[in-house]
């Protein structure tokens, strides 16, 4: 996306002449860049949201008359994949361990204390669900923990800001500004 605006108030293109190129695009990214690091922390949520606010809103300031926003870093291609959703495949392993239990919840079977075990329940025939299960109980009863999968679809949650949000975002920093 690519932003121009025209300012056509004398007073503030004076203020506006006052600055470098380098000074106002700085300021102006800045304010934008703020903007989409809120959209992350509310639209993603939770630890993760904040973890993408924190690190992965990159800002190329390399040229004076042109900042580049975007989502980078180690988590970039996460925060890209969360705005536009998609399939999930492995990418070390067989399967995705999907978490079942509220037990396991945000946990890796490899970070389980306990031992585990591969379920395949007879209703669900030879190709159906499997699952990784632990025993509890004095009869062994078999706990599921987490569902194998091949793959998931992630439904888009978009939080990137459109042309619209980045039009009222630079309007804002026209107004706390000059």
């Known amino acids: 996306m690519q932003i ?46 904040d973890l993408i606010a924190r690190e992965s809103i990159m800002t190329d300031q390399e040229d004076d008359n042109r900042h580049i926003i975007y989502a980078g870093g180690a988590n970039g291609y996460i925060a890209e994949h ?54 509890v109980g004095k009869r062994g009863k078999a706990k599921m923990l987490w569902v194998l999968k091949k793959s998931v679809y992630q439904r888009p949650r978009p939080w990137w800001p459109d042309e619209m949000e980045i039009e009222q975002a630079t309007g804002r920093f026209f107004e706390e500004n000059f």
């Open 82 to 135: 969360i705005h536009t959703g998609g399939t999930i495949k492995p990418r070390t392993r067989a399967y995705l361990a999907i978490p079942i239990d509220r037990s396991v919840k945000g946990k890796y079977p490899r970070e389980y204390g306990g031992e585990l075990f591969v379920v395949r329940k007879k209703e669900d025939g030879p190709r159906g669900r499997a699952y990784l299960a632990t025993t």
């Open 4 to 49: 121009n605006f025209e300012v056509n108030d004398q007073d503030l293109l004076k203020q506006l002449q006052d600055l470098t190129p380098r000074q106002f695009m700085i300021a102006w990214s800045g304010a934008v860049r703020r903007h989409i690091q809120k959209n992350a922390r509310e639209k993603i949520g939770g630890d993760f949201g």
